[in-house]
Structure formats: C-alpha cells, structure tokens
C-alpha cells in the first residue's frame, strides 16, 4: 500500500464510523417515542402500585380512583418541572429539599430503584 493510499483508507475508515455512530443515534431517536411511553405505562403501574410507589394515598391525579389533599394535584408536570432532575430530586429524597416534608424518601429508604423512579417521572410528564 501506498503512503497516499493510507490516508484515504483511513479516511474512510473514520467516515464509516461516524456514519454508524449517526445512524445508531436516528435508531435511537426514533425509538425513544416508544420507549418513553413503554416506560410511562410502567411508571403509572408503579405511581399506583399501594406497596411501592403509592402516589394516590397523598396525591391527586388524572387516572387515580380516590382523590387526597395531603400534597399537591400530580398536574402539569413537565410545565411545572422542565428539569427532570429536580423532580427526580424530590422523588428520591424531598427531606433535603424541605426537611419538613412528610413525603417519604422514595430512593434513599430504596423504597424504589432508579429506573423506577425515571418511570415514574415519564409517566408524571405526561399528566
């Protein structure tokens, strides 16, 4: 092989990794849609569920069959909370934010995992 042909290989060796990289990455982004919503079915699943995250006993929210006053409507969440970290904060542990809070530290008692609680909030964002 030539000193010019190295180059060119190389070249194209880099092109056809970039162009992987950009098509695995449109796979994703066409499959985030249903993995969200996959994700949202299951947060829902776990915001009701009375042994894990149990969202109705305190909250009110559109699908729940008994309404509380305890802590705020579950409405509007991601106009409410466009950074998804902060409400992850507050799910996992609302006693540093507010350590009047009586909401329980879902993720630092291991109440719930941290998929769980991203389900959770996919599932909050589409309230």
Same mark, same amino acid.
């Given at each position: 092989?030539?000193?010019?042909? *190295?180059?060119?290989?190389?070249? !194209?060796?880099?092109?056809? =990794? ?8 449109? =796979? ?7 993995? !969200? ?12 569920? !009375?042994? *894990? ?8 929210? $559109?699908?729940?069959? =008994?309404?509380?006053? =305890? ?6 969440? *991601? ?8 409400? /992850?904060? +507050?799910?996992?542990?609302?006693? $540093? ?10 993720? *630092?008692?291991? +109440?719930?995992? !941290?998929?769980? +609680?991203?389900?959770? +909030?996919?599932?909050? /964002?589409?309230?």
């Amino acid at each position: 092989m030539t000193r010019a042909a *190295k180059p060119r290989t190389a070249r !194209r060796a880099a092109a056809s =990794v970039i162009a992987a990289g950009l098509l695995g990455a449109g =796979v994703a982004m066409l499959l985030a849609p249903a993995l !969200r919503a996959q994700s949202a079915a299951s947060g829902q699943a776990l915001a009701f569920d !009375r042994a *894990k995250g149990n969202c109705l006993a305190c909250h009110t929210m $559109k699908g729940g069959d =008994v309404p509380s006053n =305890v802590g705020p409507e579950l409405a509007d969440m *991601k106009l409410r909370f466009p950074d998804r970290s902060t409400l /992850y904060a +507050i799910i996992d542990d609302e006693e $540093k934010r507010n350590p009047e809070t009586v909401m329980p530290p879902f993720g *630092k008692n291991l +109440i719930l995992t !941290r998929q769980e +609680i991203n389900a959770i +909030i996919d599932f909050l /964002y589409t309230l």
